[in-house]
């Protein structure tokens, strides 16, 4: 089919979220499926559809949704109330919208580095973890995957 | 004054430590944090920590006598909404800053009358986004019904609102923009969020005429 000309093109905003925890690996089929749960049954199918929404890229603790111009806060509403994705707990956090892709790469840090944790003993229960900006500790119970994690920081945990 | 969470829930309550919702806080433009139960206070990382006491109680009677116990060790004493009777007695009540909770209470327990005894005795109430972030269909939408009602009585009586996170987790925060853009979910103004994130600060050192010493 042949493409539009640029005069006759809807015009796209692009949003930058972060993804809390950075580390967790989301691909971008799942992200658009958790965003479009939110979008649907925050502002209905008919809304949702006028926003035509999608997920541009998802990587490195950062995701960019594209939707159309106008439409930004209601798309960053729904992203604020995206919990999970594929089962796994996550927070996206929105932080800036753009009408180019490079404007909100800039925006993109470089992720941290990570030390990872053995053998850490709370309350009777066996952790690992990982520490990164050189203060944060997320404790994994040891074993099942998707069991409970802990956030605290390293003072706290009282590790070299 | 500065942008309050008004009610989060640290470890062991949750699964952050107090220090980590600092750190959290500190990066999604909060600049206090009311926590419950918490065992610090004063200035974490830059952020301004509350302690906090939230009371739930069948009768007056019990948040009276849990109140009065609470007053010694907490900054703010937030309590659970009931029925209507329980919240008016509550909202006169002076040892009181916030009652929250309210989108669980059944329908109509907050009317005009309890808004003006919020308003004469300068109580707060509450609203969580918690419901709003997890909630789908039916229950988030009871919950948008409450708060857009609270909204319509806060714009009349101007009785102070406060806004909460109810966060257990630090993935449950939500930064400043977030909080904006959730709360005009249901009607309130960007200037009413604002104000509203200022709310602890007024209820702590509430605004009085000069006084010569």
Known sequence: ?160 | MGCTDACVFPYPQGDTSLRRFTLEARRLGLNALVCIDAEERGHIHDVLVRRGVVIEGESMQEVVAQVKKAQRTADLILVKAGDAAFNRAVLTYRGVHILRGLHRAPKRVFDQVSAKNAADKGVAIDIDLSPLIHLRGAGRQKSLQCYRDVLQLHRKYRFPLTISSGAQTLLDLRSVREITHLCAVFGMEPHEVEDALETVDRLLEPSGPVEVI
């Open chain 1, 1 to 160: 089919m042949k493409p539009r000309p640029p005069t006759l093109r809807q015009k796209r905003r692009y949003i930058l979220a972060e993804v809390i925890p950075h580390y967790r690996r989301i691909e971008p089929r799942q992200m658009y499926i958790a965003a479009f749960e939110a979008l649907s049954s925050l502002w209905g199918d008919a809304h949702t559809s006028e926003l035509q929404m999608a997920v541009i890229s998802c990587e490195c603790g950062y995701c960019i949704f594209r939707c159309t111009r106008g439409s930004e806060a209601f798309v960053e509403t729904a992203l604020s109330t995206v919990t999970e994705v594929n089962g796994e707990r996550v927070a996206l956090h929105p932080m800036a919208t753009s009408g180019t892709l490079h404007a909100l790469k800039t925006r993109m840090r470089p992720l941290p580095e990570e030390h990872t944790l053995e053998g850490v003993e709370l309350a009777g229960v066996m952790y690992s973890g990982i520490i990164f900006q050189r203060q944060k500790v997320d404790l994994y119970a040891k074993g099942i995957k998707n069991q409970e994690t802990l956030y605290f920081t390293r003072d706290e945990m009282e590790v070299d």
